[in-house]
């Protein structure tokens, strides 16, 4: 099993920052992609960004060119730093991990998430 701890989520203004923290631990080894999801009041879950294990990275139309994914590989941490945050993008942000394990089966992992809220 993968387990995923995030961290770094709080309140922070119209227009501010914040680096959200995402942890893996356990079966680490078969993990082939991980990425951030976010749902906010009211709405779905959706896709905000994703990495592969080879660094290529994909975003929302909707943090494009504000948010940016990346991960350290020595500190099994992916991050999600987040500018020029607007009232919509308040959510949680969710953690995931997919990959296969050492029996080629699938798996597709959350954490527990983290509150992200943009208010003045």
């Known amino acids: 099993q993968v387990q995923l701890v995030e961290s770094g989520g709080g309140l922070v203004q119209p227009g501010g920052s914040l680096r959200l923290s995402c942890v893996a631990s356990?079966?680490?080894?078969?993990?082939?992609?991980m990425g951030w999801y976010r749902q906010g009041p009211g709405k779905q879950r959706e896709l905000v960004a994703t990495i592969t294990a080879d660094s290529s990275t994909n975003y929302a139309d909707s943090v494009k060119g504000r948010f940016t994914i990346s991960r350290d590989n020595t500190k099994n941490t992916m991050y999600l730093e987040m500018n020029s945050l607007r009232p919509e993008d308040t959510a949680v942000y969710y953690c995931?991990?997919?990959?296969?394990?050492?029996?080629?089966?699938?798996?597709?992992?959350w954490g527990q998430g983290t509150q992200v809220t943009v208010s003045s």
């Open positions: 995931n991990a997919k990959g296969k394990n050492a029996w080629y089966q699938a798996f597709n992992y």
């Open positions: 356990g079966a680490i080894f078969g993990i082939t992609a």
